[in-house]
């Protein structure tokens, strides 16, 4: 059974940084790629972040790019989310997810996705 485990929310004042950790178990890590999507109240899942199985590719939503870095390390079966210059828009619920698909690059569309984490809250104030 395919678990994902997110840490590292909390809350945070504009202009600072939180690094998410999503720790997977349950199948062969580095053979899919993995997402970070995000929730706020009210509106959609949407995508933030995806990094392929080896690494080697990355992808941004524009709202993060040049502030949020996605990063892995097969070797502790992690994925990690460094976010910095944090606005209040940012502020939602944020989960990772494994890529349904092996060895293929990532996607951004959240039917790609077969497994999710419980998610961890991010809060930032003005």
């Known amino acids: 059974q395919v678990q994902l485990v997110e840490s590292g929310g909390g809350l945070v004042q504009a202009g600072g940084s939180l690094r998410l950790s999503c720790a997977a178990s349950?199948?062969?890590?580095?053979?899919?790629?993995m997402g970070w999507f995000r929730q706020a109240p009210g509106k959609e899942r949407e995508f933030v972040a995806a990094i392929s199985w080896n690494g080697g590719s990355t992808y941004y939503a524009d709202s993060v790019k040049g502030r949020f870095t996605i990063s892995r390390d097969n070797a502790k079966n992690t994925v990690y989310l460094q976010m910095n210059s944090l606005k209040p828009e940012d502020t939602a619920v944020y989960y990772c997810a494994t890529d349904r698909r092996y060895r293929v690059e990532l996607t951004t569309a959240r039917v790609g996705y077969d497994y999710w984490g419980q998610g961890t809250q991010v809060t930032v104030s003005s």
């Open positions: 349950g199948r062969t890590f580095n053979n899919y790629a």
